[in-house]
């Protein structure tokens, strides 16, 4: 069968949340089908993969995926986002927006019928507008527009107002694409309700993000029982927001219990207020590192403290699988299937939390304990085979649905608002 797989990120190397699913995905419907990946190139470093890939170079397992990618240079993106503020179109679907890819896609649909188009994220939705009478799939992962209502009540006024704005608009706009899509797929049954309540006439279904329990191992040497680590891109605001609020509301008990212990915020692109939690005493911040697990090897205990997170928490199954004990926030232990208490602790207050960190680099036996049953639990229900099997079920009933229930495909927003341009360009 013929996939074209249409994602917003460049998805190698996988080493963050929106590259991860995506990565997993392609390689595995490679295995069994001819896969183009059509997507954006964001950075110098995407553009070398991408150009070594079209050269014959392509990343592990993706010998016989066919790329093909435009980059987004310059200011163009950011200034077709603030173009779109006073319009119904969402502002994160005109930085994904790109008149090249869109003749790219254009072409490859004219030259073949496609037995499944899978779309990574609404954001790019709408560069499946020409696959008419082929099935679709748009696998929202997470309801980005609940994230952005999130952010609107975390954020001051104005920035609160713009996260609100764009919330209101794009969930306006996951409705509108639930309806023009055959199947819907989330990442977690938390994300499936909300698709849910939307009430539109797909199919709706949800399969979990795995973790490589390969790649992520338990470390053979001893570790540090005096070291807390938390791992994840530090420009994310949920991630800038939970270490700098953990720093100042739970790590001085921590400290004042055990004077030697010290915590490390592992992550590329720390912003200036998370550079000055170094400052600090006990507290590193590395920027980006080549492999996180040697961090994690060392760690006594892994730490979730967010106060914003939706889907499922890609640092809470690393860490897990790597057998490291976490100590989350209910939020960002929501999307794991795990049970509070029996494979991670679970708290939502600075003096749970403290208390919860001290818990484990005090008592050898449960950190063993936890850390067994968090790496059990991601060979049980976290496995991207495991993930992946969920997949084939849902993408096999709808190829295998009769062609007159899937239901055509009408122009999006975005294409609507660009159709002069294009029609100009052509």
Not at 82 to 100: E, K, M, N, Q, W
Request: proline share 6%; with cysteine.
């Amino acid at each position: 069968m013929d996939v074209l797989f249409v994602c917003h990120s460049f998805p190698v190397p996988p080493k963050s949340g929106d590259k991860i699913r995506a990565y997993h995905i392609i390689r595995h419907l490679a295995r069994r089908h001819r896969v183009t990946v059509a997507t954006l190139t964001r950075t110098p470093g995407d553009r070398a993969l991408a150009d070594a890939w079209r050269g014959g170079t392509p990343p592990d397992g993706m010998d016989n995926v066919k790329l093909i990618a435009a980059h987004l240079d310059g200011f163009l993106p950011a200034a077709r986002m603030i173009a779109r503020l006073p319009t119904p179109v969402p502002s994160s679907f005109g930085y994904f927006h790109s008149r090249d890819l869109r003749h790219m896609i254009d072409a490859e649909l004219a030259h073949r019928s496609f037995g499944l188009v899978f779309v990574h994220c609404s954001s790019v939705a709408h560069y499946a507008d020409g696959a008419q009478g082929m099935p679709r799939i748009l696998d929202f992962a997470d309801m980005d527009s609940q994230k952005w209502l999130d952010y609107g009540q975390q954020r001051r006024f104005p920035v609160a107002l713009g996260y609100r704005l764009e919330g209101i608009k794009l969930e306006r706009e996951e409705r509108h694409l639930a309806s023009r899509f055959d199947v819907c797929t989330v990442v977690t049954p938390a994300e499936l309700a909300t698709l849910n309540g939307y009430r539109a006439s797909c199919r709706s279904d949800w399969f979990p993000n795995g973790v490589d329990c390969e790649y992520f191992q338990p470390a053979r040497e001893a570790y540090d029982r005096d070291l807390v680590v938390f791992v994840g891109k530090m420009d994310y605001f949920p991630n800038e927001q939970g270490v700098i609020d953990f720093c100042r509301d739970t790590w001085p008990s921590i400290r004042a219990a055990r004077p030697a212990a010290r915590f490390a915020v592992v992550g590329s692109n720390p912003t200036r207020a998370v550079r000055a939690l170094a400052a600090i005493d006990g507290v590193t911040v590395t920027g980006a590192v080549d492999d996180v697990r040697p961090w994690l090897a060392r760690a006594a205990v892994a730490v979730a403290p967010l106060k914003l997170a939706r889907g499922t928490q890609n640092k809470v199954l690393e860490a897990m699988a790597a057998g490291i004990p976490v100590v989350a926030s209910r939020l960002a232990a929501r999307g794991v299937d795990a049970v509070a208490d029996e494979h991670l602790l679970v708290v939502d207050d600075p003096d749970s939390s403290a208390a919860a960190v001290l818990r484990i680099m005090d008592d050898e036996s449960l950190r063993a304990r936890l850390a067994a049953a968090g790496r059990a639990r991601m060979l049980s229900h976290h496995t991207w085979s495991h993930a992946m099997e969920r997949l084939d079920t849902i993408v096999g009933r709808l190829v295998e649905a009769p062609q007159a229930r899937r239901q055509p495909v009408g122009p999006s927003h975005e294409a609507g608002a660009d159709a002069a341009t294009v029609a100009k360009a052509r």
